[in-house]
C-alpha cells in the first residue's frame, strides 16, 4: 500500500522558516517525481514545487520561487522542502504527491498544515 | 503558465440527473488532464486521467472527454455521494496548474 506521510507543519511567525518532510512507503520512491501542492483554507489547490526522480529537474511556482527549495534523499525515500521568509499567505495545507500520471497512479499524503502568523 | 478554468462554478442538481462539468485550458494540454473530486476535510481524490480514462476503483458513472484545450466532465445519474468540488488539473508542463472548481449541491 502506497503512503505518503507528510509532517514539520506548525505555527510561524512570518520571516521565518520552516521544513517539511514527506516519508514515502509501499512504492519505489526512486522511480518517481514528487511534487508539493498546497491548499489554503476554503481555497483551491495551488502547485508548489516538483522534482524529478534523479533531482536533475526541479520546478517552482512564482510565488515560491527564492524563497522554498525542495529535495529529495532517495536512500531514506523521503521528499522535503525548506521554507524561508515565510508570508502568511504561505499559510496553508501542504501535500506530497506521487507524480505517476502516465498509469493514473496518483498518490496524496495527508497533508501537513502550516500557519504564518505573528 | 497554463491557466485553468471551469464552468459553472456551481451546480445545483438533483440526485439521478446527469451532470456536465467543463474545464478549459488557456493553451494546449493535449490529453494531460485529470479530474478530481474533493470533499470537505478530504485530500482530493483522482477520478479521471488522460483526460477520459478512469483511475482505478471510479464507477464507471463518471467519465471524461477533450483534447487540446476543452474538457468534460461527466457525471450519469448523481448519487448522493458524489455531492463535492471538482477540479480539472493539467499536468502537460510545470508548473501544475488547477481550475478552481465547481461546486456541485443538492437541489
Known amino acids: 500500500e502506497v503512503r505518503l506521510v507528510e509532517s514539520g507543519g506548525g505555527l510561524v511567525q512570518p520571516g521565518r522558516s520552516l521544513r517539511l518532510s514527506c516519508e514515502a512507503s509501499?512504492?519505489?520512491?526512486?522511480?518517481?517525481?514528487m511534487h508539493w501542492v498546497r491548499q489554503g483554507l476554503e481555497k483551491g489547490l495551488e502547485w508548489v514545487s516538483g522534482?524529478?526522480?534523479?533531482?536533475?529537474?526541479?520546478g517552482y511556482a512564482d510565488s515560491v520561487k527564492g524563497r522554498f527549495t525542495v529535495s529529495r534523499d532517495n536512500d531514506k525515500n523521503s521528499l522535503f522542502l525548506e521554507m524561508h521568509s515565510l508570508r502568511p499567505e504561505d499559510t496553508a495545507l501542504y501535500y506530497c504527491?506521487?507524480?505517476?500520471?502516465?498509469?493514473?497512479?496518483?498518490?496524496w499524503g495527508q497533508g501537513t498544515l502550516v500557519t504564518v502568523s505573528s | 503558465e497554463i491557466v485553468m478554468t471551469q464552468s459553472p462554478a456551481t451546480l445545483s442538481v438533483s440526485p439521478g440527473e446527469r451532470v456536465t462539468l467543463s474545464c478549459r485550458a488557456s493553451?494546449?494540454?493535449?490529453?494531460?488532464l485529470g479530474w478530481y473530486q474533493q470533499k470537505p476535510g478530504q485530500v482530493p481524490r483522482l477520478l479521471i486521467y488522460?483526460?477520459?480514462t478512469r483511475a482505478p476503483g471510479i464507477p464507471a458513472r463518471f467519465s471524461g472527454s477533450g483534447s487540446g484545450t476543452e474538457f468534460t466532465l461527466t457525471i450519469s445519474g448523481l448519487q448522493s455521494e458524489d455531492f463535492a468540488v471538482y477540479c480539472c488539473?493539467?499536468?502537460?508542463?510545470?508548473?501544475?496548474?488547477f481550475g478552481q472548481g465547481t461546486k456541485v449541491e443538492i437541489k
Open positions: 504527491v506521487k507524480d505517476a500520471w502516465a498509469v493514473g497512479d496518483i498518490q
Open positions: 509501499g512504492f519505489s520512491f526512486d522511480d518517481y517525481g
Open positions: 522534482i524529478s526522480w534523479n533531482s536533475a529537474n526541479i
Open positions: 493553451q494546449s494540454v493535449s490529453n494531460n
Open positions: 488522460g483526460a477520459s
Open positions: 488539473q493539467q499536468y502537460h508542463t510545470w508548473p501544475w496548474t
